[in-house]
């Protein structure tokens, strides 16, 4: 049993920042991949910021420059810093993390719950 929970989402005007958490708990082996995927209202989820296990990072182009994906691997935890806050940030975020189960050693994709983002103009 893997679990992914975020927090950190909110109600912020436009121009302010929010820093959204995960963190992964469960039997976990090892953690590839995470990312911050978004799905705004009325729209399909796109992948807004991805983390190798080594740190490297890719970013939608909207929000290149003003978010900052980062994860602390002894932690089991990844975060997206968000800052100069515009209305098309609006959306429910997710974090998703390809993650090796223990025991049986095999990947799998798991994903949180959702957190709403909501800026305000």
């Known amino acids: 049993q893997v679990q992914l929970v975020e927090s950190g989402g909110g109600l912020e005007q436009a121009g302010g920042s929010l820093r959204l958490s995960c963190a992964a708990s469960g039997s976990i082996f090892s953690i590839n991949a995470m990312g911050w995927h978004r799905q705004a209202p009325g729209k399909q989820r796109e992948l807004v910021a991805r983390?190798?296990?080594?740190?490297?990072?890719n970013y939608v182009d909207s929000v290149k420059g003003r978010c900052t994906i980062s994860r602390d691997n002894a932690k089991k935890a990844v975060y997206l810093q968000m800052n100069s806050l515009k209305p098309e940030d609006t959306g429910v975020y997710y974090c998703q993390g390809n993650i090796v189960v223990l025991g049986t050693l095999r990947t799998y994709d798991y994903w949180g719950q959702g957190t709403q983002v909501t800026v305000s103009s």
């Open positions: 983390i190798t296990s080594g740190g490297s990072t």
